[in-house]
């Protein structure tokens, strides 16, 4: 199989934000990360600073787009679902380059 048809063949989707409470009772925010390879459902649950460091990472090998940032201009911070949807469009962006990383570089 060529390459570049095994990449076309994962999908990779950020459906949903989970909270998880710390065991010094501070409340994290996750992102659910699913990559569908291979007919089978992965995930992993990441917190935006995971997402931060795979992008120095792979902005060291490879050019990728801005990172989305965490702020709005207007307010304070972004509204999760925004974040999460952010998150996901730059995750899709980079194709194949990013695919690939999710599990190895996260």
């Given at each position: 199989?060529?390459?570049?048809?095994?990449f076309h063949m994962?999908?990779?989707?950020i459906p949903s934000l989970e909270k998880e409470v710390d065991e010094s009772g501070k409340t994290k925010k996750l992102f659910r990360v699913e990559v569908l390879?291979?007919?089978?459902?992965?995930?992993?649950?990441?917190?935006?600073?995971d997402f931060q460091n795979l992008h120095r990472k792979l902005k060291k090998i490879i050019q990728t787009p801005d990172f989305p940032s965490k702020?709005?201009?207007?307010?304070?911070t972004k509204p999760l679902e925004q974040r999460q949807q952010e998150l996901e469009d730059y995750i899709q962006v980079r194709g194949m380059c990013h695919r690939c990383c999710w599990t190895s570089c996260m």
């Open positions: 199989m060529v390459l570049q048809e095994l994962i999908e990779v989707s390879f291979n007919g089978r459902k992965h995930y992993v649950l990441r917190r935006s600073s702020r709005n201009p207007h307010l304070r």
